[in-house]
């Protein structure tokens, strides 16, 4: 199978391309670099530093001649999303739009578009699925449902069927730990550097922490899935990407510390404005459609993890 991953020199995207050329993938990568690095991009793929928003990018989906695209590039901080909305729209709204009208030329039969729980906004039933109400509340959560608008718009009149999987919270090695890396890389590459975490508020909050290597599997099953995966209707293409069970940050500060028989301990300090209480996505439907479940437990996530973080050092 041919495929363009986008965002391949990232965290998610490394992964998933090193995964899928164990089983004889032809990838190429589409990549600017500006939070990804060269050091995720297998040397076995074809590599294009390209903003998915430039012709160029857009040549190189066609030359590719993809059977399915996988787009997940963008502009991931949350708070870089606050501070400057308009480059967050920019990249992630405008940058699907171009992905999705390259997919259309290239004559790809799929696109896989990586969205994200952002787009629940404040949740008011647990566990989320796709038919809850979608009210993001920051502009990061915005960008990434008027994207999923946008592929419906161009892939559904010109028949390239298209899927956005909404992931939950991912972690696992390659996660960037400065900046906006999620908080087990925050906390993995302090224990590794023999810092004491910081937990904010209670750390009773909880959130659906997924191991990269599930969030990889999705992608691959729903790639190669026989049944068309954007049914007709609002939620149609949209999947929970997720394992349906709820963490607190707590269990995960101290599953790292046994993982990485950290003797330090575990600082507290007052709770940031804004932090969602609970959170927990349920994976039933990609299960239905697709027949993916995620199957890592949180301890050997965090084991796998935090034995990536020590090996950086
Ligand atoms: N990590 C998570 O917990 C999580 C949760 C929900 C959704 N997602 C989504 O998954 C995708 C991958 O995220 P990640 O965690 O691997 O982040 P990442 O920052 O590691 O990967 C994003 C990649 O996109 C590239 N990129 C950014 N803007 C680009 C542009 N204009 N043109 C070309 N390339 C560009 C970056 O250089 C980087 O390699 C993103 O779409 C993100 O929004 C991630």
Known sequence: MRIVVTGGAGFIGGNLVHAMLGGGADITVIDDLSTGSMDNVHPATTFRRLDVRTPEAAEAIVAARPDAIVHLAAQVSVAASIQ???????????GTRA?????????????????SAAVYGEPHELPLTEESPTAPVVPYGVS?????????????????????????????????????????AEFASRMTAGVNPVIFGSGRQTRDFIYVAD??????????????????GPNGP???????????VNMLAEGLRIALRFPGV????????????????????????????????????????????????
């Open 84 to 94: 400057d909305p308009a480059f967050d729209h920019s990249v992630n709204v405008d």
């Open 99 to 115: 992905v999705a009208e390259a997919a259309v030329a290239a004559g790809a039969r799929r696109l896989l578009f990586a969205s």
């Open 266 to 313: 575990i600082e507290g300090a007052e709770a940031r404005d804004g932090d969602v209480e609970a959170s927990v996505l349920s994976p039933e439907k990609a299960d239905a459609t697709f027949g993916w479940r995620a199957a890592v437990e949180l301890q050997g996530g965090l084991a796998a993890t935090a034995a990536w973080f020590a090996q950086q050092r």
């Open 238 to 248: 949209a999947y929970n990407v997720s394992t349906g069970v709820e963490t607190s």
């Open 144 to 184: 990434k449902l008027e994207a999923e608008g946008v592929l419906s718009e161009i892939l559904r009149p010109a028949g390239v069927d298209f899927a956005a999987l909404r992931f939950s919270n991912v972690y696992g090695p390659r996660q960037r730990a400065e900046g906006e890396g999620g908080v087990v």
């Open 215 to 232: 969030v990889v599997n999705a992608i691959a099953t729903a790639l190669g899935a026989d049944t068309a995966l954007a049914a007709p």
